[in-house]
């Protein structure tokens, strides 16, 4: 089944203390995102990449960082996270960008930072 | 820079009343337009999309949208509201390397 993945779904943690969410897709997809979803704001790019290697802040890209190291993997990385990441965030995955591809949403991480 | 902008962060219509979600973009040129769907809890699933193609765009569970270019629109309709469509629907537009979303609007179906 095609499909994008995200661990944890949920996770409470205390500031400061590193933490990875992690996102695979299984579509050999080469564009993945991450999003960030808050109330009244909608969903907010972070990150995003055009493929292996490559990759780009989005909107609100402070306080985070990703890596692609493999083409389907796509971790997103708070080093020392604080209350205000206080978020549900979501990975997606597309065969590209620029000629209107859907993008392939994963099934969300909530993150609650005390 | 593109944006979209949904007029109306709540909209109640009753079960078997026509349901009209606004989306109005901003692009400097001819953009993708996608609507997507968020069920309670559950990520994000694609509905519709205008790839400059037809205007009147045909997507699932009997929603379609129009490409408006004179208004700069992309408004999400359905003939008749189903308790089921009650979910939180969002308009997007990608232009570049990007996907910019709109704020969202959450639908509540009246029995």
């Known amino acids: 089944e095609a499909q994008v993945t995200q661990n944890p779904r949920y996770l409470i943690t205390v500031t400061g203390k590193k933490l990875t969410v992690t996102c695979s897709q299984n579509m050999n997809h080469e564009y993945m995102s991450w999003y960030r979803q808050d109330p009244g704001l909608g969903l907010r790019q972070i990150y995003y990449s055009m493929n292996v290697e490559v990759t780009d802040k989005g909107d609100v890209p402070e306080g985070y960082k990703v890596s692609r190291k493999e083409k389907r993997n796509f971790p997103l990385i708070l080093e020392s996270p604080s209350p205000n990441q206080t978020s549900l965030y979501f990975c997606?995955?597309?065969?590209?960008?620029?000629?209107?591809?859907?993008?392939?949403f994963g099934p969300g991480t909530r993150l609650l930072v005390l | 820079a593109q944006s979209v902008t949904q007029l109306g962060s709540h909209v109640s219509v009753s079960e078997g009343a026509l349901v009209l979600l606004r989306c109005n973009y901003s692009s400097s040129v001819p953009p993708y337009l996608f609507w997507y769907v968020q069920y309670p809890n559950q990520g994000l699933q694609l509905l519709l999309k205008?790839?400059?193609?037809?205007?009147l765009v045909k997507g699932i569970n009997g929603f379609e949208a129009e490409f408006k270019k004179s208004e700069t629109s992309f408004h999400l309709t359905k003939p008749s509201a189903h308790m089921s469509d009650a979910a939180e629907y969002f308009c997007a537009v990608s232009a570049g390397n990007q996907f910019y979303f709109g704020t969202g609007t959450s639908l509540t179906v009246i029995p």
């Open positions: 997606a995955s597309s065969a590209g960008i620029g000629y209107g591809e859907t993008q392939y």
């Open positions: 205008y790839t400059s193609a037809a205007t």
